[in-house]
């Protein structure tokens, strides 16, 4: 996504310079078959761009590319889309459940809480979620806050009973349902957060931000009192556990670069 205002948003550049934003997706490769985490832009945006309306491509430019889906990217190393068993979404702003459609035999896991908040939209949520999405009918998985408890988080596991260990970790505030997602990774654990931050300077400490961003990210938010608690919670679990814990969110392009391993 390339919108204008570098300068605002990302703390370099010229005011009406454009900026690139990424949604970034997970894939784990388990015992369970393939697990996505988000999805992004699919082949259905990219064919009909006009479903995520003129609002949104006009202020936000997504430069949609079929090679850049998950769909695409999956096939390139080999896979085939069936092989998706799951998918866990952190939340389903359009931006995010681009690709549900281009899996449609994969079990999609969500918090109840978000997944009524996209089906029976408010009326100023009603351009953030794509009834098109989840048009083909998706295998819901519904979990509710609580029972496995994570860092002094309520979490669920989605996967019980399986080796992969998947968490889904309720964070409202940017949407009703929002949600991190803990992925046990070798000694340590990574956590997309999603959107409840979107530059990775906001957990550090001090946090700071780009001005047009912290905007951007009130307006666009649920409940901000909220989305604001979550975030420094967030802050701290990367002060105090920033060894074992690795954060990163969907949008800023500096969270995984090519340089690390595995990582799409
Ligand atoms: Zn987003």
Request: charge should be negative; hydrophobic fraction near 35%; aromatic fraction near 6%.
């Amino acid at each position: 996504m390339c919108p204008r205002g570098a300068r605002l948003l990302a703390g370099t550049g010229g005011l009406l310079e454009p900026t690139r934003l990424v949604c970034h997706c997970l894939l784990i490769e388990g015992a369970e078959g393939l697990v996505l985490v988000d999805t992004g832009f699919g082949n259905g945006d990219v064919g009909s761009p006009r479903q995520l309306g003129r609002l949104f491509s006009a202020l936000v430019r997504p430069q949609l590319s079929e090679g850049e889906t998950a769909h695409a990217q999956i096939l390139a190393r080999g896979f085939q889309p069936a092989d998706v068993r799951h998918i866990v979404t952190t939340h389903l702003d359009l931006d995010h459940s681009g690709g549900l459609p281009d899996f449609p035999e994969a079990d999609v896991h969500v918090l109840g809480t978000e997944l009524q908040a996209a089906r029976s939209p408010s009326l100023r949520d009603r351009t953030r979620y794509i009834a098109a999405h989840w048009a083909h009918g998706p295998r819901w998985v519904e979990h509710e806050a609580g029972g496995d408890e994570w860092f002094g988080f309520a979490g669920v596991r989605i996967l019980p009973g399986s080796d992969a260990e998947i968490l889904m970790i309720p964070m409202p505030g940017h949407t009703r349902g929002h949600a991190a997602v803990a992925i046990r990774d070798g000694d340590g654990w990574l956590l997309h957060c999603g959107d409840a931050y979107f530059s990775q300077t906001e957990v550090q400490t001090p946090p700071s931000c780009p001005p047009g961003l912290q905007v951007f990210e009130t307006i666009n938010a649920t409940d901000n009192a909220t989305r604001r608690r979550n975030l420094e919670r967030l802050r701290e679990l990367a002060a105090r556990h920033g060894e074992e814990v690795r954060l990163l969110c969907s949008h800023d392009p500096g969270t995984l670069g090519p340089q690390k391993r595995g990582y799409l």
